[in-house]
């Protein structure tokens, strides 16, 4: 089974306490902090960007002897600001809402980028690209670290507060019920495809047939059970 989410480890990834990467990511936090617009969206928030880059800096771990600490960089920033400014709700009569999204995490990006990295730009960019869904890009045309990106992004179903991040959270943000959402996750799961080594040890096979026993089980006390009195 892959392990318990750690607690309190956040400022010393941004601090870059273990020297894995270049640099620290403090000015982006504090850009995203103190800046971002989507802090408190029901799904697409400072929960969801944090647990992307918390579980892509366990990739960099992984990949340690692969990826350059310059490139982990580049990927933890891609990572914090892949849903910048996120709007938290659809876009009337887009069928493809992250062409919008994904243009308006780039521009968060170019506003606060700092000087050492303006060099990377567009490569942090083509990064926050990855995670475009529906995928505009096959996974043999990713490198590893978009491999990474995008496997984090996916992951926020595995995780334990998946019920109200995900569920409700995804619900909220599109204006239908929840329940919807929920009877949706057993074939999302069951498709779900990992491209990195990383992930699929750290999400194997028996928790996801987990998480979708789950989700049938909490769809049935749902569907079977009377309303709730007042």
Known sequence: M????AIGDLPDIIANEEGLYE????PYLRAIFFKASNLGNPYHNFRHTMHVTWLSHKAC????????PRRMRHLLIATMFHDFNHPGHPHPGEEDPDRINIRVAVKGLRRH?????????RDIETLIEA?????RQTDTNLDLAEQIIRDA????????VWIQQVVI???????????DILKLQPRFLGGLHFNTDWAREMFPQELIDG???????LQQLLEDAPPAAG
Do not use: C, M
Not at 23 to 26: A, E, H, K, M, Q
Not at 169 to 179: R, S, V, Y
Not at 211 to 217: L, M, Q, S
């Open 153 to 160: 992004d996916l992951a926020q179903a595995l995780s334990p």
């Open 131 to 135: 995670t475009h869904f529906p995928y």
């Open 113 to 121: 980028i700092v000087a050492e990295d303006r060099a990377s730009l």
């Open 23 to 26: 640099g620290n990511l403090i």
């Open 61 to 68: 771990r992984y990949y340690r002897n692969e990826l350059s």
């Open 169 to 179: 959270g995804l619900a909220l943000e599109g204006g239908i019920p929840p329940l």
């Open 2 to 5: 892959a392990p318990p989410e």
């Open 211 to 217: 998480k979708i026993a789950e989700a049938r089980k």
